[in-house]
């Protein structure tokens, strides 16, 4: 692969990862009562803050997903598979707000868990001290999606269950992101 394509996906990456969590402030801010331990992320979808949250949420998709296509030669077959479908499935939900039902949780779940198993399997393409937290990262929000999806909270309401499955998402796309863009 070129090093044009690995900065372009790293690029890719790293800024639809960062501006996924800006916005995610932002809207949090502007949602009227909202409570990041009682409120899913997907409650910012709909009402006053729907514009801005599911417009982050297709453009991370997006990224991930045109990411994974030009840096299929670079994440070989299966973390371009993941990526490719923790992309389509977060344009999903974008796409299908959670007042749709079940082809929204389907595809935030699935969303999860290809993204968690993206982190996980990028160690291959990743130098150690990266690929170690890279594995970890996906390993938090794997374990951490469990109780969420069988509906244990472990004190911290369902929105703090549902950031510690996202956020190492969020996280791992960043420090990727960021680890392509410098590669030589």
């Given at each position: 692969m070129s090093i044009e394509?690995?900065?372009?996906?790293?690029?890719?990456?790293?800024?639809g990862a960062a501006q996924f969590i800006l916005m995610i402030v932002i809207a949090e801010a502007r949602y009227p009562g909202y409570n990041v331990a009682t409120n899913a992320l997907s409650d910012l979808g709909v009402g006053q803050t729907a514009l801005l949250y599911n417009a982050s949420t297709?453009?991370?998709g997006a990224f991930a997903l045109i990411g994974s296509l030009l840096g299929r030669r670079t994440l070989g077959t299966g973390l371009t598979i993941t990526l490719?479908?923790?992309?389509a499935c977060t344009v999903g939900v974008a796409l299908f707000p959670e007042t749709i039902g079940a082809p929204h949780d389907v595809?935030?779940?699935?969303?999860?868990?290809?993204?968690?198993?993206s982190a996980i399997i990028s160690?291959?393409?990743l130098r150690p001290p990266l690929s170690h937290f890279s594995v970890g990262l996906g390993i938090i929000a794997l374990v951490a999606l469990v109780p969420l999806v069988t509906q244990h909270d472990l004190g911290?309401?369902?929105g703090g269950m549902e950031r510690m499955v996202a956020y190492p998402i969020f996280v791992w796309a960043l420090g990727f992101g960021g680890s392509l863009i410098g590669a030589k």
């Open positions: 394509n690995r900065s372009l996906l790293g690029a890719l990456l790293f800024a297709a453009v991370f490719a479908v923790t992309g595809l935030a779940i699935a969303a999860f868990v290809f993204g968690a198993v160690y291959r393409v911290i309401g369902k």
